[in-house]
């Protein structure tokens, strides 16, 4: 059976639910390695951490989600990668039934998605929240070559073969690199898979959802942009001609 690693990224998390949910993700997927990405964490935090048997590293700075789950893959050395936000809105069996398709060998990236008809979602979600979301998905869906229900759920797992593929090709920091990410693999023809997640949306988040909407949709573009790049678009290649173009995030931190 092939191997699996978990990265965590966390961001001033609530210590009692990530552990909570730390040991949760042990018992039910027994990962190879469990790893969490800390952003701007305290020491007592890292402990606690560890103390879970999981592995951390404590980044002095805020890095972003993107970023933070790029450094944590970039230390994995297991056949399957997967992620999930720290909040626990993911509860370990549905992590674990997104592992499945990419561990099983039937895709090479799984998409956990709260949009799928046959999601179970308990949402705390405002109104204006869940409209933006719908909305971006919506907007997705005619510009990428992947159609998907869901872009943006945190729990998603690749092959190692399929990290290989894209992790050059990634450029966002923040929340929108879950788009990139499958952009990336819709335009490198990997084969991706949605899986109706069961998902619980948590309150307290530090997320802006009107800055958000507005990175996202600059990210969804810039994807869009990039992806038509690796399809060999002459309109876009020209675009990227009058460009200079950020290092990948693999390339930052090297």
Request: glycine fraction near 6%.
């Amino acid at each position: 059976m092939r191997s699996v690693g978990i990265v965590v990224p966390a961001y001033d998390p609530n210590v009692e639910v990530l552990v909570s949910y730390l040991d949760s993700l042990q018992e039910t997927l027994q990962p190879e390695r469990l790893h969490v990405e800390l952003d701007a964490g305290t020491t007592e935090t890292a402990a606690a951490i560890r103390e879970t048997g999981a592995t951390v590293n404590d980044a002095a700075e805020r890095r972003g989600k993107g970023a933070a789950i790029t450094a944590g893959f970039e230390t994995l050395e297991t056949d399957v990668l997967a992620f999930a936000d720290a909040d626990g809105a993911t509860p370990a069996p549905s992590l674990a039934e997104v592992v499945a398709p990419v561990r099983d060998g039937d895709a090479d990236l799984a998409v956990g998605s709260r949009r799928h008809p046959n999601a179970t979602v308990a949402s705390h979600q405002t109104f204006a929240r869940r409209f933006l979301g719908d909305a971006f998905a919506w907007l997705a869906r005619r510009l990428l070559d992947v159609d998907l229900y869901d872009y943006q759920c945190g729990a998603k797992a690749i092959t190692s073969e399929g990290w290989e593929q894209v992790r050059d090709h990634l450029y966002e920091p923040g929340f929108a690199w879950d788009v990139e990410l499958v952009a990336m693999a819709g335009a490198l023809d990997l084969r991706v898979r949605e899986v109706p997640i069961e998902w619980e949306d948590q309150p307290g988040s530090t997320v802006s959802p009107v800055e958000t909407s507005i990175a996202l949709f600059r990210a969804l573009l810039a994807s869009r942009h990039r992806s038509k790049l690796l399809r060999d678009s002459q309109l876009h290649e020209a675009i990227a001609a009058r460009r200079d173009d950020p290092a990948a995030l693999v390339e930052r931190h090297r």
